[in-house]
């Protein structure tokens, strides 16, 4: 079982940046690939971005590309998530995953943890 807290939220003015972080326990999660998902109020849930277990593959949202930075510290067992040039939309609360099989990490059906979430909130 892996326990996945989310960190580093909190109220951004646009352009600014964030960083958030995922700190996993109760497992290792080099054995997960991990990633970040979003949601804002009245959406669904939506992908972020994802990094393979060996951190050596990463995968963005065409919504963030090149504003978003995600990756991750095996010996801290935590996963991060740089957000620059931020935008209004993307005020959403924030949710780390982790997910053991499959291939496709923009479904969230295929994540087998989640996180509580963590709020962030880019105001003009």
């Known amino acids: 079982q892996v326990q996945l807290v989310e960190s580093g939220g909190g109220l951004v003015q646009v352009g600014g940046s964030a960083r958030l972080s995922c700190a996993a326990s109760?497992?290792?999660?080099?054995?997960?690939?991990m990633g970040w998902f979003r949601q804002a109020p009245g959406k669904e849930r939506a992908f972020v971005a994802a990094i393979s277990r060996s951190g050596s593959s990463l995968y963005y949202a065409d919504s963030v590309k090149g504003r978003f930075t995600i990756s991750r510290d095996g010996a801290k067992n935590t996963m991060y998530l740089q957000m620059n040039l931020l935008k209004p939309e993307d005020t959403a609360v924030y949710y780390c995953g982790a997910k053991l099989w499959g291939t496709r990490v923009d479904l969230e059906a295929e994540y087998d943890y989640w996180g509580q979430g963590t709020q962030v909130t880019v105001s003009s």
């Open positions: 109760g497992g290792t999660s080099y054995k997960y690939d």
